[in-house]
């Protein structure tokens, strides 16, 4: 079962493609987040740039919702 927490960004990253190395799930999480606007923007409206290494609980509740838990 996924909690909801906070994650850094590769960590959530390897959760969702655990065969990738960290490098690699986290720029496949930052397309995937790409991908959805909406998201993007309520990433954004909280301070999410693509410099961000620690993603709060929010951020991450709201990445779930849009692609689906990992």
Known sequence: ???V???SKGELAQL????LTEN???AKL???IDMQPALVEQLHALG???NTKVLTPLMVRYIVDAIGEP
């Open 5 to 7: 927490r906070s994650y």
């Open 48 to 50: 999410f740039t693509r």
């Open 24 to 26: 690699a799930a986290r």
């Open 16 to 19: 969702y493609s655990p065969n």
């Open 30 to 32: 930052m397309r995937w």
């Open 1 to 3: 079962m996924f909690t």
